[in-house]
């Protein structure tokens, strides 16, 4: 069965900071895998995805995430954040024989100045 | 485009009752999925569907029953409701062919069950 795991509940940078969330899965096949970013009260937003190629991806607002197949990681980078970046980061993955997302307890983010 | 829309945004439900969550998208996706987030457990797949008169059961699927007589609408019924069943609801959509497998949410539903 497919899992993610987040094991960084909660992370707290400085503006200006450079950023990075981990991700680790377990899946069987090549993965399809995501980050999705939430602010409070909102829906969930895709920042990137991963398929197949090159396996640093660039996402929306200077995000990125490198697949690296050994480590079964997918961790979210950014070189310098800020105060709009606070929210909640999850990593998925998609298995769509199934139609089946399975998400990890996410990461929540918090920007001081 | 709306995207995908849900009402209500919030509901207070007495235990043993029942309601319907309504999810709607104009972007013409054949596949339509609903999803429930709890504190520390991500969101969960409830049902999901790949196209009008089609639904398969998610992760979590008991007591929440689908149906998909459209493309654009795919409602969520609590038949009974249960104090478990406090939660967001995320309706989220994707198109079926060339579009990478992006799931499209929607705002959410905030329910309590007292």
């Known amino acids: 069965a497919q899992s993610v795991t987040q094991p960084d509940i909660h992370i707290t940078v400085s503006e200006g900071a450079s950023l990075e969330l981990r991700c680790n899965y377990s899946?069987?096949?090549?993965?399809?895998l995501f980050w999705y970013v939430q602010s409070p009260g909102q829906g969930l937003q895709l920042l990137l995805k991963?398929?197949?190629?090159?396996?640093l991806v660039q996402g929306i607002k200077g995000f990125e995430a490198e697949f690296k197949r050994s480590q079964s990681s997918f961790n979210l980078r950014k070189p310098s954040v800020h105060w709009s970046d606070a929210a909640e980061y999850f990593c998925?993955?998609?298995?769509?024989?199934?139609?089946?997302?399975?998400f990890g307890t996410g990461t929540r983010l918090t920007i001081i100045p | 485009n709306a995207g995908v829309t849900q009402t209500p945004k919030f509901q207070v439900l007495k235990t043993g009752q029942s309601m319907t969550l309504q999810c709607a998208q104009d972007m013409n996706h054949e596949y339509m999925s609903w999803y429930r987030q709890d504190p520390g457990m991500g969101l969960r797949l409830i049902h999901y569907s790949v196209g009008a008169g089609i639904t398969d059961q998610g992760e979590v699927p008991n007591g929440y029953n689908v149906s998909r007589s459209t493309t654009e609408d795919f409602p969520l019924r609590l038949l009974s409701a249960a104090p478990s069943q406090t939660s967001v609801y995320f309706c989220?959509?994707?198109?079926?062919?060339?579009?990478?497998?992006?799931?499209?949410f929607g705002p959410g539903t905030r329910l309590t069950v007292t």
């Open positions: 998925a993955v998609g298995d769509f024989g199934n139609e089946k997302l399975t």
């Open positions: 899946y069987g096949a090549t993965p399809y």
């Open positions: 991963y398929f197949s190629g090159d396996t």
């Open positions: 989220a959509s994707r198109t079926g062919t060339g579009g990478g497998y992006e799931q499209y």
